[in-house]
């Protein structure tokens, strides 16, 4: 049976009200999402509270970061910056594990999730330039030292860094994914409305390296116009082909939805099509 969890919601000010909606509708685990201020690292690293809270509801965690991550960011200070915050978050991750094992399916890892930042771009008068492939060697090579450490951070730990679909991959990232999943410590976030939005450009990329596949991010979508985030059966994607799928490779998936309303509505479509979820 596949295992459904939920985003962290805006309407939710606190954990401890993200909790309550979690165990309300039977979920298994919270993405606890960095881009919040209750879920900065220094919040995070408060880890004996943080797993008291989910014991007491049967639940786990998952770790979204910070969508302005930029591992190959120019300046020295900034990147350094951000390495540091990967680091102490794969440190808070460890402390989950054993949540996952004992409220979780224990087969998958703990999973970080990260955004590829797309860097500057400089326009010029008939083209837009994107500086991380006009430079591409110091691009890649940012990537590089960031996967040694990794390596070296997690080590022999069940935890994943899992690289999410957002607006369409580009080519340079492309090159900088296929090097982080030639590693043990990456593997791959698909989230299906991110891809419905943009004419599922980045599908065949995404299936091309579907054995590194460990994270769904699920919610409804539209190609004209563009639209995500929605509730379960508001939109044109073929749901239940991609249910199947997570359930054929035995992935765990976020509802990804952004109000409580449409979580609970998707809640309801995944009960009544027959996916069930774990109570």
């Given amino acids: 049976m596949i295992e459904f969890g939920m985003p962290t919601l805006i309407e939710n000010k606190t954990l401890e009200e993200n909790i309550a909606l979690c165990k309300e509708l039977g979920l298994s685990f919270i993405e606890l999402n960095m881009n919040f201020p209750e879920y900065q690292i220094d919040k995070l ?133 296929e090097h982080m999943l030639a590693s043990d410590c990456f593997v791959l976030t698909w989230d299906i409305g991110h891809s419905k939005a943009t004419k599922e450009t980045d599908v065949p990329f995404i299936l091309l390296h579907k054995d590194k596949l460990k994270h769904f991010h699920i919610h409804d979508g539209k190609e004209n116009p563009p639209k995500n985030h929605l509730a379960l059966g508001d939109g044109e994607i073929d749901l239940a082909e991609r249910l199947d799928f997570a359930k054929k490779c035995n992935l765990r998936c976020v509802l990804e939805t952004k109000t409580i309303k449409a979580l609970k509505e998707s809640v309801e479509w995944i009960e009544e099509s027959n996916y069930g979820k774990r109570i």
């Fill in 45 to 177: 690293e408060d880890t004996e509270w943080f797993c008291k809270q989910a014991e007491e509801a049967d639940i786990y965690y998952t770790i979204h970061l910070d969508e302005n991550l930029n591992i190959a960011d120019f300046n020295p200070l900034v990147r350094e910056a951000y390495l540091e915050t990967v680091r102490r978050t794969i440190e808070v991750a460890k402390q989950f594990v054993s949540l996952k094992n004992k409220h979780g399916n224990i087969e998958q890892p703990v999973t970080i999730n990260m955004h590829m930042h797309h860097g500057i771009y400089i326009t010029l008068p008939d083209k837009k330039v994107q500086m991380y492939e006009r430079d591409f060697a110091t691009y890649i090579a940012a990537f590089q030292k960031f996967i040694k450490f990794c390596e070296e951070w997690i080590g022999d730990s069940d935890i994943r860094i899992a690289i999410e679909n957002t607006d369409g991959f580009r080519d340079y990232e492309k090159g900088a994914i």
